[in-house]
C-alpha cells in the first residue's frame, strides 16, 4: 500500500515513479509485473495500491488488513490519527514463514511536532525501527548541476538552505526576520552548552499569556549579561497556564531569585482578576521591571534590537531549542497580491519572539544594578533620544 495523507487522484500518487521505475529496469508483464490503470500487480500475486489516508475511518481502514508492506510518500504530512489507525492494521507476521510486515517512512522534516518526527525522532522510538537520514552528500550520482544549485542556495538562501539541503528542520524562507541569524550563530559556535554564572544575576523576560484554552502563550527567557555577552540558558514557554504554573518552573529550574522584565501589559488586572502580573510576582518574591507602552512601532523597535545583540548572543543548545525554533519560524505577514509588509505576523512564534525582543532592547539600555520600573523608563527615553541622532 503506497499512501499520503491527501490523495484527490491517481497523479499525486507514486504510481508514475513506480512506472518509470519498472520500465528503466525493464520489468513487465514477462517478470510478474502488470499494469492497471489504478493499481499494478507484482510476481507472486501481489498488488500495489495507492491510497489518501484522510477520508478513511477506523471502519474503512481494515480493508488493508491483507497488505504486508506499507509506504507513506511525503510522511510529514501524515497526521497522527493516520499514523494511529494504519499501525496496528498493517502489522503482521507469520512465523512458520519467516515473515513480518514493513511500515516505510519517507520525508523531508518540516518541523519536529508533525506526527512522523514525533513518532521516529522523538526521545523514543518504535521497537525494531530503524531510522536513516539521507542528503545530497550520500548520493554517488549527484550531478554537477545540482551542485551548482545546492552552492547558489547556500549563497543567496542561507536561511532555507539548511532544510532544503541538510535536513534540518524547516524555518520561514520569506520574510523571516531571524533566520540568517540563527545560521550565523550556529557556524560561530555560539549555539553550544552555556552555564548559569551564580556570580552575575539572571534574568527573566517575560511575554504574558492568558489562562484560556485559546489565549497566547506565555514565554520567558533566562539569560545572563557577562562582559559583552548575553548568555541565553533557558527557554520556557507555556499555554493556558495560571501565574502560579510559570513561578513554579522559574523555582525548580534555580530562577526564585531572577529578575523578571515584563511588557507593559503586566500592569493590567483582567487577567489574574484580583492582582495584576507585576503585582503578583512581587508577592512571590521576585524584584521586577515592567516596561511603559513603548507605542506605535513597538514590534519593530524589538525586531532591529534583536538584529543588531544577534551577534553578542550565545545560546545553550538543549534548554533554548524550543525558542529557537520560534525565532526561525518567526516572520513578516506579506499582502500576496500587492506585496506589502503588513508586519510581524501573529502566530504561535510570535511570542517567543516578542519576549526575545524586549531582552535584546533590555541589553542594549544597560540595565545592571537599576531596581525599580521608574529607572527603566528613565532610561529608554535616554536611549530613544541616543538612537535618534545615530541612525538607528
Not at 506589502?340 to 535584546?360: K, Q, R, T, V
Amino acid at each position: 500500500m503506497c499512501a499520503r495523507e491527501i490523495q484527490k487522484s491517481l497523479k499525486e500518487s507514486a504510481k508514475f515513479l513506480i512506472e518509470k521505475k519498472l520500465q528503466d529496469f525493464g520489468l513487465g508483464e514477462a517478470q510478474g509485473f502488470k499494469v492497471f490503470n489504478d493499481v499494478i500487480q507484482t510476481p507472486g500475486d501481489g498488488l500495489l495500491v495507492f491510497n489518501g489516508l484522510q477520508d478513511h475511518t477506523a471502519d474503512s481502514i481494515k480493508s488493508f488488513e491483507g497488505f504486508h508492506r506499507f509506504w507513506a510518500e511525503e510522511a510529514h504530512s501524515i497526521s497522527h490519527r493516520s499514523i494511529t489507525l494504519i499501525r496496528p492494521t498493517i502489522r503482521w507476521e507469520n512465523a512458520r514463514l519467516g515473515l513480518s510486515s514493513e511500515l516505510w517512512w519517507s520525508w523531508n522534516p518540516r518541523r519536529k511536532t508533525d506526527a512522523v518526527d514525533m513518532l521516529l525522532r522523538g526521545e523514543v522510538m518504535p521497537t525494531d525501527s530503524v531510522v536513516v537520514r539521507s542528503n545530497w552528500r550520500d548520493n554517488p550520482w549527484f550531478p554537477s548541476v545540482l551542485e551548482q544549485e545546492r552552492l547558489d542556495c547556500l549563497e543567496n538562501e542561507p536561511g532555507n538552505y539548511a532544510h532544503v539541503w541538510e535536513g534540518e528542520y524547516e524555518t520561514v524562507s520569506e520574510g523571516a526576520y531571524f533566520a540568517q541569524h540563527l545560521l550565523r550563530a550556529q557556524e560561530d559556535n555560539r549555539i553550544c552548552r552555556v552555564a548559569v554564572d551564580p556570580l552575575m544575576e539572571v534574568r527573566a523576560y517575560w511575554d504574558l499569556g492568558g489562562t484560556g484554552l485559546k489565549s497566547d502563550a506565555t514565554a520567558i527567557w533566562i539569560a545572563q549579561t557577562v562582559g559583552k555577552e548575553l548568555r541565553v540558558v533557558d527557554y520556557y514557554e507555556a499555554q493556558g497556564q495560571p501565574l502560579a504554573t510559570h513561578v513554579n518552573w522559574l523555582r525548580e529550574k534555580g530562577y526564585g531569585r531572577a529578575m523578571c522584565i515584563l511588557p507593559h501589559d503586566a500592569r493590567q488586572g483582567d487577567k489574574l482578576y484580583s492582582t495584576t502580573y507585576e503585582g503578583a510576582l512581587r508577592d512571590a518574591g521576585f524584584n521586577v521591571y515592567t516596561v511603559k507602552n513603548q507605542g506605535k512601532g513597538a514590534a519593530r523597535a524589538r525586531i532591529e534590537a534583536a538584529w543588531r545583540v544577534f551577534p553578542s548572543i550565545y545560546f545553550d543548545a538543549g534548554r533554548t531549542e524550543g525558542g529557537r525554533d520560534a525565532l526561525g519560524w518567526y516572520h513578516k505577514k506579506i499582502d500576496q497580491v500587492r506585496g506589502i509588509d503588513l508586519g510581524p505576523e501573529h502566530d504561535w512564534s510570535s511570542h517567543a519572539a516578542d519576549a526575545f525582543g524586549l531582552m535584546c532592547l533590555a541589553y542594549e539600555m544597560g540595565l545592571d544594578g537599576w531596581s525599580d520600573s521608574d529607572d527603566w523608563d528613565e532610561n529608554a527615553e535616554r536611549f530613544n533620544s541616543r538612537n535618534a541622532t545615530t541612525g538607528y
